[in-house]
């Protein structure tokens, strides 16, 4: 499958389907919707990035010293953990990870996404 060619095919079937809902009659305006629709107004253009190694960040402990996570997750989110009680060490979150606590903390919308989707 070429990304490029579906994107192409996409758009012109979501053009198709925007325009289905009106009949511009005013020739004046239906030129410039045609000239806005012609030089890609209503989408962006393709955006491919491929970067197989995350960025490492900081820690949970220091978001939980920032007041950013509660203090239970400082125990919760650690590597190493064993039955017989040790905590095992901090884990360290990758930067996208840290940057969507960060955003959250604003109550904010955003999208996350990540190579894998996990988040991990």
């Known amino acids: 499958m070429d990304v490029f060619e579906f994107r192409e095919t ?12 009106t009949r511009i009659r005013a020739t004046d305006i239906k030129d410039n919707v045609d000239e806005e629709y012609a030089r890609g107004r209503f989408w962006h253009p393709p955006l491919i990035q491929l970067n197989p190694n995350f960025v490492p960040a900081g820690q949970v402990d220091q978001l939980v010293s920032e007041g950013l996570l ?17 905590l095992g060490v901090p884990m360290t979150l ?21 190579g894998t989707g996990s988040g991990k």
């Open 10 to 21: 996409l758009i012109e079937e979501y053009e198709r389907f925007s325009r289905s809902f």
């Open 70 to 86: 509660t203090d239970e997750c400082r125990n919760i989110f650690r590597a190493g953990k064993e039955k017989n009680g040790s």
């Open 94 to 114: 990758h930067k996208h990870q840290d940057d969507a606590i960060r955003i959250a903390q604003k109550r904010e919308s955003y999208v996350l996404t990540t």
